[in-house]
């Protein structure tokens, strides 16, 4: 019997069959895979049998083709489209667990890997399993827990080794000091290392507190397939944003806790140990929770201290935001609850102070898609605390980018930096100070109109720049408006109306509002290509053009002409 050949995956363009794709380096893949643990990394040539004995263990699959199994009511499959979502760096397993699924769920079910997000690795791709109409997206590897609002969801952290007398003695080394407040915590996928190493450490620190996941936080259509069981008996309190639940504290904290609304206040008085390696925006969230952050690397057990973000810049960013006429919100997500409710709100805290907003979805945004829109003062982002929100600690996008909640600051009349930073929807929703403060500011509507008169020419400067701005456009609106009345009626008489009206809406105005693009335009030295002609007379184009020929058509790849000159 002869071996069948494998044929590559379809691509949106044409290819051929035999043409060699680019392979993943072997050498990253096995040093992705220590987290196997020593059965792993000690043999050298591991055998295929080998590794998917080891794959199946470390994801479950016995637990996960269980559950896809399940029946309805009816006695019909619950998901017979199943998508599976892995990022980057555990790509090379999904494969074989495809392969495993495959072989054991029942013929009618058909699965696919969700190789490429669309935005944050960490929250459900709803929008690429949309397109595969898919029951339910099984997600591996670091998870926010965050809920979504359409399709069922299920997640698989792995479970990873981790030698737990090496990190005790790291703890150890790391806290000289065994009356010192200390909370553990780790990213999801060793987090059910946290109760062992917790019980080893506890009579030494009686001050020691961990953090487990919180299992629940996805929601009733969620579900994880590699729970562990909690043993823990100690007195708890959430913390919603990272996706945790303290254990270990005493009663008199979380009653503090309760009586200030607040847990943050507990928590500052802590040192994290954490194991793994947070993103930056959850690192920066991290820092303001507690009093210093220790990262550990799960596979040397090396610290790293002081590596969290710059919390100062982002108050030099919200000041910008402060001064801005065009806020660009950028919609980093589109599957997480309240996403639709938080847009709509943060539009209208622009719209209320006066500004211009622009809404874009642009997937996973860089530098290069976000300098396209230039007349875009600061942009407002909107997505995952975990890795959906962007900093810039290094300066390459050209714009500053601040969060809902550092937006809802500089709107309001008096800037007050709290030292906190909020990412989670829920609590960005739940803030009052911006709506306290503009109840208190249009109580008499008709004293409110005069200020407004009155302020409405008064001079307003950037406090980064010290420039003069203009960082209220759609007041401006009104004045155009009254512009546009006060024409002569024999003006009226002998203009179009309509002329009038167009010439009106290109200069300024569009559907009825400033447009700060076209303002921004108009200050512009170069409008556009030929612009650099206006000024010359026709007789200055006594040149003929070049000859138009017809070039190469097809897809790029299929160039005769290339082939040529490569085989040349």
Request: glycine share 6%; net charge negative.
């Amino acid at each position: 019997m002869t071996e069948a050949v494998g044929v590559p995956v379809a691509l949106s363009s044409t290819q051929d069959t035999d043409l060699e794709f680019a392979k993943v380096d072997e050498t990253a893949v096995k040093v992705l895979r220590t987290r196997f643990g020593p059965q792993y990394s000690l043999v050298e040539n591991i055998t295929h049998d080998e590794l998917r004995k080891l794959i199946y263990r470390y994801y479950s699959l016995e637990k996960l083709i269980e559950y896809l199994k399940t029946k309805t009511a009816e006695g019909t499959q619950c998901f017979n489209r199943i998508a599976l979502q892995f990022p980057d760096e555990l790509v090379s397993d999904s494969a074989i667990v495809s392969e495993i699924l495959d072989e054991s769920l029942p013929g009618e079910k058909q699965i696919w890997i969700l190789a490429d997000t669309s935005y944050s690795p960490c929250c459900i791709d709803e929008v690429a399993a949309e397109h595969v109409s898919a029951d339910i997206v099984v997600h591996f590897g670091d998870a926010c827990l965050n809920p979504v609002e359409k399709i069922s969801s299920a997640y698989i952290f792995g479970r990873p080794y981790l030698d737990l007398d090496k990190a005790a003695e790291t703890f150890r080394n790391t806290h000289l000091d065994k009356t010192a407040k200390v909370c553990l915590m780790a990213d999801v996928a060793y987090s059910f290392h946290i109760p062992e190493l917790y019980r080893t450490l506890k009579e030494e620190y009686p001050c020691l507190i961990c953090a487990d996941v919180d299992f629940d936080k996805g929601g009733s259509d969620s579900k994880v397939i590699d729970q562990y069981v909690i043993n823990l008996k100690e007195i708890s309190l959430p913390i919603w944003d990272v996706s945790r639940i303290l254990r270990g504290l005493d009663e008199e904290e979380v009653k503090s806790s309760v009586d200030h609304d607040s847990y943050t206040q507990v928590t500052q008085d802590y040192g994290l140990f954490y194991l793994g390696s947070p993103p930056d925006p959850k690192l920066l969230l991290l820092s303001t929770k507690f009093g210093d952050v220790t990262c550990v690397d799960p596979v040397t057990l090396e610290t790293s201290h002081g590596m969290t973000p710059s919390l100062s810049r982002r108050y030099r960013s919200m000041m910008i935001a402060r001064s801005a006429s065009t806020v660009g919100i950028l919609v980093n997500t589109l599957s997480l609850q309240n996403t639709r409710i938080l847009l709509n709100k943060v539009a209208k805290w622009v719209k209320d102070a006066g500004k211009k907003h622009y809404m874009f979805v642009v997937g996973k945004p860089n530098v290069a898609k976000l300098a396209n829109f230039e007349a875009i003062d600061v942009w407002c982002v909107l997505g995952c605390g975990q890795s959906g929100i962007i900093l810039d600690s290094y300066g390459d996008y050209y714009k500053p980018i601040i969060t809902p909640y550092e937006l809802e600051l500089a709107l309001l009349p008096e800037v007050t930096w709290t030292g906190k930073w909020v990412t989670d929807f829920e609590e960005v929703m739940n803030q009052d100070g911006y709506n306290s403060e503009k109840e208190e500011e249009v109580n008499d509507k008709q004293e409110i109109n005069e200020n407004e008169e009155k302020d409405e020419f008064a001079p307003e400067f950037n406090p980064v720049t010290g420039k003069l701005v203009s960082s209220r456009p759609l007041r401006q609106l009104k004045h155009l408006e009254i512009e546009l009345a006060d024409q002569t009626p024999e003006l009226l008489e002998s203009s179009d109306s309509s002329d009038l009206v167009k010439r009106f809406s290109s200069a300024l105005a569009v559907g009825n509002t400033v447009s700060t693009s076209a303002m921004h335009l108009q200050e512009r030295a170069w409008t556009g290509l030929g612009s650099d002609y206006k000024e010359q007379e026709e007789g200055d184009f006594s040149e003929e053009g070049a000859t138009v020929e017809e070039g190469r058509s097809g897809i790029a790849r299929d160039y005769d002409c290339d082939r040529k000159m490569h085989n040349n």
